[in-house]
């Protein structure tokens, strides 16, 4: 049973793969309604590496990361519990629930 759902992710995933690698070789001239197209591709997919875009989108993220931390200030909300406890098994210290914070604008 579990081989059979297996094989068939696998054959569905193989699929998706040839339908991707059509759509990268399309051409106007080619105007057929059956060619899949992908929408909002990431930027790891198998077709193509969009090594700039990735560049970007992280310094966008790191941009908007330190106008929240200079505009607001952040404190440890009184919803989380007293102790927080970390996963054991993690690389990077990860706290075991979710924690939440406050954030309150820097008056300037």
């Known amino acids: 049973m579990a081989s059979e759902r297996r094989n068939m992710l696998y054959e569905n995933k193989k699929q998706e793969t040839t339908e991707i690698a059509v759509a990268v070789r399309f ?8 060619i899949f197209v992908p929408d909002g591709m990431p930027f790891d997919s198998p077709v193509r590496f969009d ?11 790191k941009y908007a990361l330190v106008r929240m931390l200079n ?6 909300s009184p919803v989380n519990p007293p102790v927080i406890e970390y996963r054991g098994h993690s690389i990077i210290t990860t706290p075991k629930h979710p924690l939440w914070f406050n954030f309150k604008r820097i008056s300037h």
């Open 27 to 34: 051409t106007a001239e080619d105007q057929n309604d059956d």
């Open 51 to 61: 090594v700039a875009g990735m560049r970007f989108a992280l310094l966008q993220m």
């Open 71 to 76: 505009e607001f200030e952040m404190e440890l």
